[in-house]
């Protein structure tokens, strides 16, 4: 049987021309911002992506089909949609069989793309081993999925909400590259910098596409995680993030937040504590790293 996909024409003409296409996952349209902004970042990193020579490809559940690029009315109807799921591996087939809407985390985007043959996805940041995961064992999807499905992964690390040390020595335990964008250090998704060493360093674009491609000719399973650092004029330094981090944490766990709704309530409290920082921060950061997956991407489709 084949995959319930969709494909905008633009991506279909794209593909079969071999020329480049980035995904771009939908939940920071339906869980990651309100109503506009969603939609006016949403266009805005689809323009990034066209404006570095690719093809954006918005990916989202729709009416039981994956779609793969949507439409400008497509894109509204999502923003506006109410009781959206929100989808990882676990969920994407049951969404699909129900007829549900769903709007894809970094895991099922990771899949949608792969059968849909696109080989690079610019996102926010990745998710991660939750802080007090030894105790809640609350470990992030994407993980795993960055192990087995090969797909290039442009992010800004793992979310600042995370135990970063432990995201990152449970990649290195699943074989996961973790390439810093030059520099050598790991950054922590609103900050350049968190204090942990990167385990390589690449700094072109062409250098992380041919290690794309080597990894195919290998026959190794699995992504690579591409960290970014967010631009030095919109990040929030980690010494002063970090205060906030810890209080919104501390509220969620005084309040009772947990399992999936843990990540949304964080990063709606951050916002607050920040007078809207986070979310300018956020918006910079996705725009970079949709610059340059598409230079990846780019880079891919001359081989």
């Excluded at 339906?30 to 970042?41: D, I, S």
């Excluded at 793309?113 to 030894?134: D, M, N, P, S």
């Excluded at 994407?142 to 192990?147: F, G, P, T, V, Y």
């Excluded at 944490?249 to 009772?256: D, K, M, P, S, V």
Aim: net charge negative; aromatic share 2%; proline share 5%.
């Amino acid at each position: 049987m084949t995959a319930p996909l969709a494909l905008h024409p633009d991506v279909t003409e794209a593909l079969a021309a071999g020329r480049p296409v980035v995904a771009l996952e939908s939940t920071i349209i339906t869980h990651g911002m309100p109503y506009p902004q969603n939609v006016e970042t949403a266009r805005e990193v689809e323009a990034e992506v066209r404006a570095a020579g690719a093809v954006p490809a918005t990916i989202a559940v729709m009416d039981g089909r994956i779609r793969v690029g949507l439409s400008d009315a497509e894109l509204e109807r999502l923003a506006l949609a109410e009781e959206v799921m929100k989808l990882s591996r676990a969920d994407l087939a049951v969404c699909l069989a129900r007829g549900a809407f769903g709007s894809t985390t970094v895991a099922a985007t990771m899949i949608a793309a792969r059968l849909a043959g696109i080989g690079v996805f610019a996102t926010g940041g990745i998710g991660g081993v939750h802080r007090g995961a030894e105790r809640s064992f609350d470990v992030s999807a994407d993980l795993q999925e960055l192990a087995q499905t090969a797909v290039t992964v442009v992010s800004a690390g793992a979310k600042a909400i995370l135990d970063l040390p432990k995201t990152f020595e449970v990649l290195e335990t699943l074989g996961v590259p973790v390439i810093a964008v030059g520099q050598d250090e790991i950054p922590a998704f609103w900050s350049r910098h968190s204090g942990l060493r990167a385990p390589v360093r690449l700094d072109t674009a062409e250098e992380i596409a041919a290690s794309h491609l080597m990894r195919a000719r290998l026959g190794i399973p699995g992504g690579q995680l591409v960290v970014n650092p967010i631009p030095s004029e919109t990040e929030i330094p980690l010494d002063e993030i970090g205060a906030i981090v810890e209080r919104a944490i501390a509220t969620a766990e005084a309040q009772g937040v947990s399992a999936k709704a843990v990540t949304p309530f964080l990063l709606d409290l951050i916002f607050d504590l920040t007078d809207g920082r986070s979310l300018a921060a956020n918006r910079a950061l996705v725009l970079s790293n949709a610059r340059l997956a598409a230079a990846i991407a780019v880079a891919l489709a001359r081989g």
